[in-house]
């Protein structure tokens, strides 16, 4: 299992407009091939950071498949006009669990 997790700086006063695109989005990730589950986390500190956190089968099921597919476009469509900057996306794998 592979963790994409975004963190997206939002304009000031887009947040709301954000989470609802978030919330609009949740059928592009559930129908994307090798999804396995999605979350949108907020900063308390930074009221305009976020992290988006998605799971996937595969790097290559985010980069390749997600990313070529027009369930990307759609995605950016509901989200990209509040983005104050690229996010910034990583890719993680759990080595260590605990209780």
């Not at 308390?44 to 070529?68: A, C, G, S």
């Amino acid at each position: 299992m592979i963790w994409e997790i975004a963190q997206i700086e939002v304009k000031p006063g887009m947040e709301a407009e954000f989470e609802a695109g978030v919330k609009k989005a949740t059928p592009v990730f559930q129908r994307a091939k090798g999804c396995k589950g999605m979350e949108l986390q907020k900063s308390h500190e930074k009221p305009q950071r976020y992290r988006l956190i998605v799971t996937w089968e595969t790097i290559e099921n985010h980069m390749v498949d997600f990313r070529n597919s027009p369930d990307f476009q759609e995605w950016r469509k509901l989200v990209g006009h509040c983005f104050a900057a690229p996010p910034e996306v990583e890719h993680t794998r759990q080595v260590v669990k605990g209780f």
